[in-house]
């Protein structure tokens, strides 16, 4: 586990709000993983192409931040992360 990455307590939160696997996006052992490149591209600013090989293939990590983007997850996660959490999507 690198410097700003999800400790256990604040992945096992975010897990609910997530989208479940459709086959299509790898395994959901990945969510972790590409979370983490997500957040570290984002205080970086650094290139998705120039992510650190520890967050697995750059572009699966853009791949799912652009469908998450796209079909709201990302929305919804801060709106159950700042009123607390506790419904599932």
Same mark, same amino acid.
Request: aromatic share 10%.
């Given at each position: 586990?690198? !410097?700003? &990455?999800? %400790?256990?307590?604040?992945? @096992?939160?975010?897990?609910?709000?997530?989208?479940?696997?459709?086959? !299509?996006?790898?395994?959901?052992?990945?969510?972790?993983?590409?979370? &983490?490149?997500?957040?570290?591209?984002?205080? %970086?600013?650094?290139?998705?192409? &120039?992510?650190?090989?520890?967050?697995?293939?750059?572009? %699966?990590?853009?791949?799912?931040?652009?469908?998450?983007? @796209?079909?709201? %997850?990302? &929305?919804?996660?801060?709106?159950?992360?700042?009123?607390?959490?506790?419904? !599932? !999507?």
């Amino acid at each position: 586990m690198g !410097r700003g &990455d999800l %400790t256990d307590a604040e992945c @096992a939160r975010l897990w609910p709000f997530l989208p479940v696997g459709n086959g !299509r996006c790898g395994r959901l052992r990945d969510y972790r993983q590409v979370i &983490d490149g997500i957040l570290h591209r984002v205080r %970086t600013g650094a290139h998705w192409r &120039d992510l650190p090989e520890r967050f697995g293939p750059w572009k %699966t990590v853009y791949e799912r931040h652009r469908l998450w983007s @796209a079909d709201g %997850t990302w &929305d919804h996660v801060l709106e159950q992360v700042q009123a607390g959490g506790g419904c !599932r !999507r």
